[in-house]
């Protein structure tokens, strides 16, 4: 039986590459900081607690040591680094704290697999944020980097750390550079699944409004499910490399709340321009969503759209889930958690 080692577990990518590899005959031993002990609501959701091929370590990505004990203890196959401060915004509050865990933690991974079990297969979750303020469009593995906040440099630096050790040491050390990708399971502060969970209590009349930032910028959203088959798969090639996971089309955040309006039936008019636009029920008239600049980012990226080309020729890896879907699927969701008390973490 295969070993694979999973840091972030407790996350969105965590628990989802968690439940694939269970469903693949893999011992996974997920890890989580002490402080990520408690948000548990992603594995229970996936009814991972209950496997008895799942054990859960607790380790800290600041302690090269902490790494260096699960090393030796469960001797991994395979090496899943999916923990990081995620979160862009936080990353201009919190800099010295991102970068630490962020981009100083994978550092510690990549020693401690170097100096105890040098044959284990890492892979690194990289981001499309490294590209921040896009030098070409798309973006592919080759397209020059320009991170726009300190959660793109952190995971720059930790990028460029696999590669160099990929390259040093002849470890099988592999980089996903994953464009943004969403799920039920993705948490509360990140803006896809804030307005799924706000039209849904809009819906139920548990609020009255909620308030967006930057309605213009556009990414290239996937489905959380199809991209842990991509990152699978990386860490399956023959040989170690750095992949781009896309899905190659651009949607803007208002395009993503007119969709989810649309998947919960609900028909909206919108008003005004810039700052002072604003969001009505057509049925009531009623004011829904307005613009709030303190939630811009200091510096923002603008466009990601990714040229996922070489996954699919060397990986036979492709997203196959629309936007239009994905939406349906995290709506759907939302109703679920409270129509059948699922999810606690929103409840």
Sequence with gaps: MKIAL?????????????ELLLSKGYKVVGTARRTSTSSYWRLKYLDLLEDKNFILEEMDLTDLSSISSLLKKYKPDE?????????????????????????????????????TKPDTKFYQASTSEMFG???????????????????????????????????????????????NHESPLRGLEFVTRKITSSI??????????????????????G???????????????????????????????????NLCFDAAELEVIWEG??????????????????????????AEVDLLIG?????????????????EELCQIMIEAEFDFYENKKNIFIL
């Design 6 to 18: 999973v840091t972030g577990v407790t996350g969105q990518d965590g628990a989802y590459i968690s």
């Design 79 to 115: 090496f899943y680094n999916l923990a990081a401060q995620s979160f862009v915004a936080s990353s201009f509050i919190s800099p010295l704290s991102t970068s630490q865990i962020t981009g100083m933690g994978v550092n510690n991974i990549l020693e401690s697999i170097r100096i």
């Design 133 to 179: 303020k896009a030098q070409e469009i798309p973006q592919r593995e080759t397209t020059p980097f320009y991170p726009r906040s300190p959660y793109g440099v952190s995971k720059l630096y930790a990028h460029w750390l696999t590669v160099n050790y990929r390259e040093s040491y002849d470890m099988f050390a592999s980089s996903g550079i994953l464009f």
């Design 200 to 221: 849904v209590k809009l819906k139920k009349n548990l609020i009255s409004d909620f308030q967006l930032g930057n309605l213009e910028a556009k990414r290239d959203w």
């Design 223 to 257: 489905y959380a499910k199809d991209f842990v088959e991509g990152i699978y798969k990386i860490l399956q090639n023959d040989e170690p490399d750095t992949f781009v996971l896309a899905t190659g089309k651009t949607f803007s955040v208002r395009d993503f709340l």
């Design 273 to 298: 321009k810039g700052i002072n636009e604003k969001v009505f029920l057509k049925s009531s008239g009623k004011e829904v969503v307005s613009i709030n600049k303190k939630y811009f980012r200091p």
């Design 307 to 323: 040229d996922p080309s070489k996954a699919k020729s060397k990986l036979n890896w492709e997203a196959s889930c629309s936007l």
